[in-house]
RNA sequence: GGCCCCAUCGUCUAGGCUGGUCUAGGACACCGCCCUUUCACGGCGGCGACACGGGUUCAAAUCCCGUUGGGGCUACCA
């Protein structure tokens, strides 16, 4: 049994899109699921949009979703790794050109001589007439013919055979291609350089891929490559074809689109096992039914391509949100602490001020909470910076009331009579307090907070509290009372 | 225009191949209740779909045809 090699082709023309994030997480779930390979391969023939920041930008997108790859180009700060390279496919044109050239000896392929202008015109009457093309006349010219203009400015086209051309795809089922669909397509520019189409063939059959899977806007093109495939005497790989993802409102991701880039989820909090989850199931049900939840490894051992789906899905963000909360949550504390950390950090807090105890304590009273990493600045600035403004709603419910400054006044005794500061020794001291003064935990709890933090939600006063310290909190809760005066 | 692919709750989907067990199951979102000092988490419940039209059949979400809608290809881009 020849093991699985597969790969992701990405063409260096940007930073890394969701949509190949996509396939390239499909490709490597697939081949980690068999113990196959996965293989990258750039796809940098088109000079003009190709650049080496966007080499760097796609690395470090890769890098951060985890997706590694086992052969490959020096890519980024990687090297390079494999024995079927060169992996850059701008280094490959020798290889593809040969195939060309092997094609046209063999009277699988002719030299085309047409202009531009004729072509067109032939195409748009074809549309106008609703018939198909015309055969080009360089079709029926004499190779010898060919060969003796070849210095005149010409492209080497495929000559398509008649018939029909099946494409067995594992998810799209068997595809029937009419071959009259197919004009004879261009294999070599003019300038020597091949056309995709060749380059990926000959590419895919030389790095011994055995399952290309890929997004379905290629499926159409499948028919062509497998042509080229049979053509050049190699054995066809085995299709899958995906559906590409969509933006929630059912459109292909643009670029500009705020997420179209995979580090805009990095830059927004979400971990990247969520993201992986998330996308994994944008097009893949897992057999075991009713589960939603996978860690990196759970799911390269159930991914399985008899689940894969046909039809093309949404980005739900909100679902996301979900996974990405349910994600956090089974983060071990410490490696939470970690990020929530450097986020903290990032975003100008003084971060140093606080030891490691402080910042075990802040994640254990958020974990559950956060839904993205960056919710932890909104839930814990208020403990790096002073307090200069109340929210206006509570403090209308709170603080513009009959009794408001009475009963600040009292908890303000109430927390200098705290000795052993920390959440029970104060929450036993509201309590005490309510019991004596009739007046409920809530009605307590809601100024309190207001004080300490300017806000109406947070983490667990009493927890906060504690992280805040008595001297900070009673400051606070000073100031609160003299703003109430003002009211 | 031609050709190809797709079509179940608002969204992601199960079920479809091997019609009856589907008055269509789950998840996110939304709404309500419970828990609770807020928010969140968790628990319970609710709302909510087989795109449309034909056909085959005793019986169709499931099979066939058509229509509509969406996407792709149709380059000397990848």
Known sequence: MSTVRCRIAP????????????????????????????????EDTDAERTDEAFVQAMCEGFKWLRVDWDEGPAF??????????????????????????RLLAEGKAYRCFCSKEDLDAEREAAQKEKRHRKKC???????????????EQHTVRFMVPEGHTEVADLVQGTVKTDNRELDDFVILKPNGDPIFHLAVVVDDALMQITHVIR?????????RHVLLFDALGYERPQFAHLPMVLDDK?????????????????????????LINYVALLGWTPAEENR?????????????????SKSAARFDRKKLDWLNGQHIRALEPAKLQARLVAILKGAGFDTAQKDDAWFA???????????????????????????????????KKQWQVEGAAELMTQLIACMEGVEDWNRDTLKAAYHAL????????????????LALTGKSIGPGLFELAELLGKETSLTRMRKGLEYIATL
Request: net charge negative.
């Open 11 to 42: 063409s260096p023309s940007g930073f890394l899109h969701i949509g190949t994030a996509k396939m390239a997480l499909f490709n490597w779930l697939y081949a980690r699921k068999t113990g196959g390979t996965f293989v990258l391969r750039l």
């Open 292 to 308: 939603e939840l996978f860690t990196i490894e759970e799911l390269q051992a159930a991914f399985a391509p008899e689940r894969w």
């Open 76 to 101: 980024g700060e990687e090297g390079p790794r494999g024995d079927l390279g060169p992996y850059r496919q701008s280094e490959r044109k020798a290889l593809h050109q040969e195939a060309g050239l």
């Open 361 to 395: 304590t802040l994640t254990e009273v958020c974990q559950e909470k956060l839904s993205t990493l960056n919710q932890i600045v909104e839930l814990s600035d208020f403990f790096f910076q002073e307090v200069t403004e109340y929210e206006e709603k509570p403090v």
């Open 215 to 223: 997004g379905d806007d290629h499926l159409t093109n499948a028919a």
């Open 434 to 449: 309510g019991e004596e003064t009739g007046v409920g935990l809530g009605k307590m709890v809601h100024p309190t907070r």
């Open 250 to 274: 059912g459109k292909k991701f643009s670029k500009r689109l705020h997420g179209a880039n995979v580090l805009d989820w990095r830059d927004d909090g979400y971990l990247p096992e969520a």
């Open 137 to 151: 006349p360089c079709r029926l010219l004499d190779p010898a013919e060919g060969e003796q203009r070849k210095d």
